[in-house]
């Protein structure tokens, strides 16, 4: 079965500033996608960047990007430029063929 | 990508009572997926439905405790059954995405479900 890991609880980040959040994960399957969302405090699920496996292009949504390692089974997420609004929780998943597999999870709080 | 309206946004049960959970989606979408988020956990997959068909459980969660209901393809309810004060959760509904799995899932608003 898939795995996410999240080894970051928590983390902060001065506001302008940049951050990194870490995911790995664990599949033996080649073809599968791969997400960051963002949860605020309201709870809406917000989907702030994809990727696809196949692609070695990292994928980039305005200040955000990832740095996608097949090889090395990671996808972590660079938020640039940090905002008082990113401060949320954020969830790396897996999307193969069966069901989407969420980590457990980094708070990142931004300081003003 | 589809909108998702989930409600109630938010309820205080009594336990031993049931909660039924709406998730109305502004598209035809063939798979719907319901979540239960713990207090301060992740996202647990309850279970998959399909319209036309039963849904499918994960491990570790039953029909009879979660009945799930998907008359159409716009349209699925959970309901959580006898409910006890270890059922306090945001639930959440999901879907595919009619543009298929890489553009996303699309999240409902949640329900936080607070069980006395």
């Known amino acids: 079965a898939q795995t996410v890991t999240q080894s970051q609880p928590e983390m902060s980040v001065q506001e302008a500033e940049t951050v990194t959040l870490s995911c790995t994960y664990d599949?033996?399957?080649?073809?599968?996608?791969l997400f960051w969302y963002k949860q605020p405090p309201s709870r809406q699920m917000i989907l702030v960047i994809r990727?696809?496996?196949?692609?070695?292009q990292n994928a980039t949504e305005n200040r955000f990007s990832v740095n996608f390692q097949k090889a090395a089974k990671s996808f972590s997420l660079k938020i640039s430029d940090s905002q008082l609004g990113d401060a949320a929780m954020y969830f790396c998943?897996?999307?193969?063929?069966?069901?989407?597999?969420f980590g457990k999870g980094t708070k990142l709080t931004v300081n003003p | 990508s589809a909108v998702i309206s989930q409600k109630p946004s938010r309820d205080i049960c009594q336990r031993g009572t049931s909660l039924t959970i709406q998730c109305q989606v502004d598209?035809?979408?063939?798979?719907m997926f319901w979540y239960r988020q713990q207090p301060g956990q992740s996202l647990t997959l309850i279970a998959t439905a399909n319209q036309g068909s039963e849904a499918t459980y994960e491990s570790g969660f039953v029909i009879d405790k979660f009945p799930i209901s998907r008359p159409n393809l716009t349209f699925s309810t959970l309901t959580v059954s006898n409910m006890s004060p270890e059922d306090s959760s945001i639930y959440l509904c999901?879907?595919?995405?009619?543009?298929?799995?890489?553009?996303?899932?699309?999240f409902g608003s949640g329900t936080r479900l607070t069980v006395v």
């Open positions: 598209s035809q979408v063939t798979m």
């Open positions: 999901s879907d595919e995405g009619a543009e298929g799995a890489f553009y996303g899932y699309t």
């Open positions: 998943a897996y999307g193969g063929s069966e069901k989407l597999v």
């Open positions: 990727q696809e496996a196949y692609k070695q």
């Open positions: 599949t033996s399957e080649s073809d599968y996608y």
